[in-house]
């Protein structure tokens, strides 16, 4: 059994939950404590049975709860160095994860992929179960060859889709801003979450599109893009993510006749 469970996305905050039948993974932290142990313990984790938190990068929209939950869950923290280095934690809680490598979590194996977002050593995620394989890029800036290839192996894909580029130029945003969002380094827009879409692989599942922003994006746009993203004959369920509250996927159940 592999469940995996969004607690919101947006620029607002993020997290997910990664589990299986013994292995649970919160992967980011950016909402209250309060919220984020009230969920984990609808999706039946009680305090301290997370095996790990796993943090993308130190922006407050990924952190913003987890020095609060780590009273709930005495769990390590694991992270690059640079986001270690950013974050700040108590040094007994700290796993360092090395771009590249692949590490297991229980019955998780992951590896960390850098990606090009303006933060102190940020990731995303190549998460493998013996039921699933899933790519996980919440705050990208750019498509590189290594997300690329990455989106090439996996059976469901969870991408940022963070701007309609005619609401980002046309919206309230200073021009730095509109500039930093729109930048290599800053977030997918929902034209670059359709090339990202066109590049998965052809045994993708579904596609979930987070870190939607509520200024310069909504989930119709974003998803209509997305789907002329996918060749006509694919039908991969395409799910804008809500910027809050319970979202769940696990893959399809394989049945074979005896
Ligand atoms: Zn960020
Ligand atoms: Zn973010």
């Known amino acids: ?9 947006s620029s607002r905050g993020n997290a997910f939950l990664f589990r299986t039948s013994r292995t649970s993974v919160l992967v980011d932290a950016g909402f209250s404590p309060r919220y984020l142990r009230e969920s984990l313990l609808r999706c039946g984790i009680a305090d301290h ?16 709860g987890l020095a609060g939950l780590l009273r ?7 992270a690059t160095a640079g986001t270690l280095q950013a974050l700040r934690l108590d040094a007994a809680h700290e796993v360092v994860l090395r771009p590249g490598d692949w590490i297991e979590i229980g019955e998780l194996a992951l590896r960390a992929i850098p990606v090009p977002h303006d933060a102190n050593e940020p990731i995303g995620l190549h998460i493998v179960t013996d039921k699933a394989s899933v790519a996980f890029f919440t705050d990208l800036g750019s498509l590189t060859l290594d997300v690329t290839a990455t989106l090439q192996q996996v ?12 609401l980002l130029d046309s919206g309230p945003y200073p021009l730095w801003l509109k500039r930093r969002i729109a930048s290599r380094h800053g977030h997918l827009s929902n034209d670059d979450a359709a090339a990202a879409a066109g590049l998965c692989s052809s045994r993708l599942e579904a596609l979930w599109l987070a870190h939607l922003s509520e200024e310069n994006n909504r989930p119709d746009l974003a998803r209509a893009c997305v789907e002329r993203g996918l060749a006509p004959d694919r039908l991969v369920p395409i799910t804008p993510l809500p910027a809050r509250g319970l979202y769940r996927w696990s893959p399809r159940e394989v049945t074979t006749r005896e």
């Open 1 to 9: 059994m592999v469940e995996i469970i969004s607690f919101g996305s």
């Open 49 to 64: 049975q997370l095996a790990a938190i796993l943090v993308t990068h130190e922006h407050a929209d990924h952190i913003r």
């Open 72 to 78: 709930w869950q005495s769990c390590p923290v694991v």
């Open 155 to 166: 059976t469901f894909a969870i991408v940022e889709a963070n701007h309609d580029r005619q």
